[in-house]
């Protein structure tokens, strides 16, 4: 069983900040061909401004939420390195819901940015995969990750948008499985608890109390590095997970596992 992903040509979303960030070093560290993708042009040119033209690792600027954007992405990745075989959809947003707000649009904004730009991605690299696998008429052509919360099953009235787009994201995880088996191409998520994020971060310079709340509502007592969220979408990249589809990964130190919730998933 390899938990290789060397050689392999992976586009990573988010890749700017914390989680994605993470996952798309050690993806470069493990010796994948890494296109970092995020909207956040300024702060993509600090992380990876400094790049070799035949090195790993490039970067691409751009709303991902256009699919003319979401093509131009999947043309570089493919003018850079020839090929895709992983997309991890990493970019996520997180904002509270005023549920009782006929003006709040919180739902409508977390569903377009959390669910159908994962979408989106997930449609147009399959397509190139397809394609590419059209002269291999055996063995797995490729890994599509999603990164979900588990906020789709543990909820807080204002975070009601997000968890919506948290379950919404889970069940097209499980139904683009089933659309793509048939074609080799794996999808699977992570569900994950409170991983030290810029968003968990910003979080905590602003409520001081929440960093023993989370550790204290979770059994491990401890919030996780964002390098132990990128173990298990390197996994979920790798042959080793060769025979799973359709999964959600929970990566949570047993959060999920209580009746009660105080504090959110980031």
Not at 161 to 186: H, N
């Amino acid at each position: 069983m390899s938990f290789s992903i060397n050689g392999k040509t992976a586009i990573v979303t988010g890749a700017a900040n914390g989680i994605g960030l993470a996952i798309a070093r050690q993806f470069a560290d493990r010796g994948a061909n890494v296109m970092c993708a995020d909207m956040d042009e300024k702060k993509l040119e600090e992380e990876w401004g400094n790049l070799s033209e035949d090195g790993n690792l490039r970067y691409f600027a751009g709303d991902l939420r256009q699919r003319l954007t979401i093509a131009n992405l999947v043309s570089a990745t493919i003018d850079s390195f020839d090929r895709v075989d992983v997309l991890v959809n990493a970019s996520r947003q997180v904002i509270e819901t005023d549920a009782l707000n006929v003006e709040d649009m919180s739902v409508s904004v977390l569903l377009e940015q959390n669910l159908m730009t994962a979408l989106h991605l997930t449609q147009q690299v399959a397509k190139r995969m397809i394609k590419q696998g059209a002269d291999q008429p055996e063995g797995h052509l490729g890994s599509i990750i999603n990164l979900s919360s588990i906020a789709a099953r543990n909820t807080r009235p204002e975070l009601m948008g997000y968890s919506i787009a948290s379950a919404a994201l889970d069940q097209m995880t499980r139904s683009m499985a089933l659309v793509l088996a048939p074609e080799r191409i794996r999808v699977n998520a992570v569900s994950f608890g409170s991983v030290m994020s810029a968003s968990l971060k910003l979080s905590m310079s602003e409520n001081s109390e929440w960093r023993d709340d989370i550790r204290s509502h979770t059994p491990l007592g401890r919030i996780a590095s964002p390098s132990e969220l990128a173990d298990a979408v390197q996994f979920l990249a790798a042959e080793s997970s060769g025979f799973m589809t359709g999964e959600i990964i929970t990566v949570d130190g047993g959060r999920s596992l209580l009746d009660v919730v105080s504090v959110p998933a980031h």
